[in-house]
């Protein structure tokens, strides 16, 4: 059978003819060899030296893969967004690629919202091969531009931040730059914790570009962590609001206000005119970022009084009802020292009712310097407050042992030192606080803040009696006053000092609390230059206070503390109120409110 | 060649086709897995967006607005405003 088989393929008689046998083994032996070489071969580039085919199947298959990380948000203490990021695209183009069609540089310059010439002109570089045409592109632009599969025009990914509420809040949340990183404000404090961490993995692709394979992680993405700040933005907007009216309305070159929570140290709102909208930092000026509360600083002018006679009251020099004779001027060495409306004698109470200079300055004569150096030193001024934003500067209080008698007069009544408005603000949470400054936040905090005692409660108490007597009827700022709740405070109006000289521009300032008989809120208010006419804290920046102690109070639910029968009169006649207006029934916590200044209204 | 060793070999050559076709299957998988990772993602962009987007039309500003300008409301204020006291002993 094999034999017809053999032969029914080799018809052929020559290959009949058997072969020698060396032949016939030496040819086996050549193909054995020839096969041993391809399996040596074999085994060398898949065992021995594989790195080079290694790497080559990895080129083709292999990729790593960003893991993009979000900045964090930052929100106000209840959970609205103030700054997100949202995913955007870069849009560039490489020159030598980008051969475009007329109509096509039109389409895509409308897309891009830039000039067409300006346009033409970069894709025009033909030196470069990476062009940005712009950065920052929404979404859902640049999926538009993606759709016109243009040649030579790429997107990259990054993020966009978006500031919802825009210029009301720009100071204090600052801003970031086009790489999502911290500028200004808490952006920048906040960086190392806002900012997120990309990750990266090995991945494994089939010819489709599918992923199919995550070979491992390099790197673990980490998202930025959110922030809670202390701020309140129903009550950001009313003290933007105001500000903003007052500025308009005094025809002032700035203005600022903060609002601290009394209990707890928090910030809740602080608003500064000139602003900016960091949605838009297209061309931004110095004077536009400046945030005033925090990083200016102005003479107090009498805003400052309630601190020495504190340290007078303190050191057992006077009492409330010690009498002071205030009339005329007060001569030291060459200068004289005068109030603007003549004071016959007063008591302590009055004179800082009435805001007498001299009698401010005969009190503060009386103290040692040293004294009243340490009360200023306690209180938080010349040393930048620890609050954790940056530039909030320290002002300036000289070294008591300099202190002429004339310098220690003046200091005595806020002039020859200078202080920024947070710093003064802070320093009256110790009449708020029964004699105890506490430290301040810009993050939400529950907690009731630590305080450190600067004086005895019974300083304190008195001392903000007598600022009650400021903010009432027979003080300088009868117009701080608000339906429903004591207030007290003090009004500052100081000349502003340009190249060493005292000019005839004026800083106007408020600095109060209420309700002065549990005070829940500290505002501090102060306006530049205010130029329509006023220029006096009780006509321009008590009014302000008054507005915003009025809203704050309604939006933080805080119970009025005085009876509301004159209020509802005074709503009567400004015409306010429409309808019949119901005034309020003696609670139970108003009956025993105590009877105020207000009372002879 | 035995019996055996060829029950073996089918085995192996089964076996093998089966891991194959495992691998093809995890493969597709993965790529769903991928698909429904973007798509979350992408869900969770567009969360982000709605969020903003409320932010925006809940400004206090916008509010304020609406309601004095459409519903021609009035700020409260403590003279318009009626103060109930709890009856005593009772705790809020």
Partial sequence: MRKTRVHSFTPNPLLKVKLPAGRSRFAMFMMSCAFLALIARALWLQVWSNDFLQRQGEVRFMRTVEMPATRGGITDRNGAILAKSLPARAIFANPGDAQLEPAQVSELSKLLGMPERDLAKRLASDSKTFVYLKRQVDAPEAEKIAALKLPGIHQLREYKRHYPDGSTIAHVVGFTNVEDAGQEGMELVHQPGLAGHAGARRVMLDRMGNIIEDVGTLREPQDGSDLQLSIDTRIQYHVFDAVRDAVNQHHAVAGAAVVLDAKTGEVLALANLPTYDPNERGALSGAQLRNRVMTDTFEPGSTFKPFAISAALEAGIVKPSSMVNCSGKLTIGSASIGDAHGHGTLSVEEVLQKSSNVGTAKIALQLPPQRMWEIYNSLGFGQAPEVGFPGAVAGRVRPWKTWKPIEQATMSYGHGVSVSLLQLARAYTVFARDGEIIPLTFLKSEQPAVGQRVMSAETARAVRHMLELAAGPGGTAPKAQIPGFSVAGKTGTAHKLDGGRYVTRYVSSFVGFAPASNPRVIIAVMIDEPSAGEHYGGTVAAPIFARIASDTMRTLRVTPDIPLRAETDSGAKSGSGSGPVPGMPPTSKTARAPARSRGNA | ?92
């Fill in chain 2, 1 to 92: 060649m035995t019996r055996i060793d060829i029950v073996i070999t089918i085995l192996l050559v089964l076996c093998s086709l089966l891991l194959v076709e495992s691998q093809h299957k995890n493969r597709r998988a993965y790529i769903e897995l991928e698909r429904a990772q973007q798509a979350e993602a992408k869900l969770q962009v567009q969360w982000n967006q709605l969020q903003l987007e409320q932010s925006r039309l809940t400004k206090t500003s916008l509010i304020a607005e609406a309601a004095a300008r459409d519903l021609k409301m009035q700020g409260v204020v403590p003279a318009r405003t009626l103060y109930l006291s709890e009856p005593a002993g009772v705790k809020p």
